[in-house]
């Protein structure tokens, strides 16, 4: 079964401190797709990050990066040197080859001045 | 370049009663899928749209239906409204056949509650 686990509901960080977003996923697909997406209070989603199962590269833009780890099932988000406008909620999403995204249940992130 | 829009993007309804949702998708995308997300969870998948045929359904009841119009705009409705249907109902457009390309744009919801 395809299931992704965010299991830090809440962080709150102060400004500048980095901080590391987890995610596990599960599925028995060979071929998926893993996504991060921020959602600010607003309520839409913002595609932050798309990476196939093929791609173990790390990627870094700014001060956001993501480390994939398939031996673990763990596609963890770094953000350093936080900013108050990095607080939202953030989920991570897993797509194999159904028609559907799979989100997990997202964590809120509170980054303080 | 038009991004995906919702209306309306908050409504209150009673139990039983029906409702409309509709969504315009990003020019140039052939493919809408509607997600419901309940407050503090992650947004749940109900059906996908491609070429104005439904092409993939998540576990929700018969009662919640869709449509896709030409123009690749798209609706959602919901008959015999429950309590637990309140949530977000996010629309997501997408260029790719049937979805494949994984990447999803999305609106800023519909915020529905049921009185």
């Known amino acids: 079964a395809q299931k992704v686990t965010q299991a830090q509901t809440e962080i709150s960080v102060v400004e500048k401190e980095d901080v590391t977003l987890d995610c596990v996923y599960e599925?028995?697909?060979?071929?998926?797709?893993l996504f991060w997406y921020k959602q600010p209070p607003s309520g839409e989603l913002v595609f932050l990050i798309r990476r196939n199962s093929f791609d173990e590269q790390n990627e870094i833009s700014g001060r956001y990066s993501w480390n994939f780890q398939k031996s673990t099932s763990s596609f963890n988000f770094t953000i350093t040197a936080s900013q108050v406008v990095d607080s939202a909620v953030y989920f991570c999403?897993?797509?194999?080859?159904?028609?559907?995204?799979?989100f997990g249940s997202g964590t809120r992130l509170l980054v303080r001045p | 370049e038009t991004g995906v829009t919702q209306s309306p993007t908050h409504l209150i309804k009673t139990r039983g009663q029906q409702v409309t949702l509709r969504c315009s998708s990003q020019?140039?995308?052939?493919?809408v899928s509607w997600y419901q997300q309940a407050l503090g969870q992650g947004p749940q998948f109900i059906f996908q749209y491609y070429r104005e045929e439904e092409n993939g359904r998540g576990n929700f009841p018969p009662r919640f239906s869709g449509l896709q119009f030409p123009n690749y705009s798209s609706e959602l409705n919901v008959n015999a409204l429950e309590l637990d249907d309140s949530a977000l109902y996010l629309c997501?457009?997408?260029?790719?056949?049937?979805?494949?390309?994984?990447?999803?744009?999305f609106g800023e919801g519909s915020r529905l509650t049921v009185l």
């Open positions: 997501a457009s997408s260029p790719g056949q049937r979805g494949n390309t994984g990447e999803l744009f």
């Open positions: 599925t028995r697909d060979t071929t998926y797709y």
């Open positions: 999403a897993l797509k194999d080859s159904s028609y559907k995204l799979i």
């Open positions: 020019s140039g995308h052939n493919t």
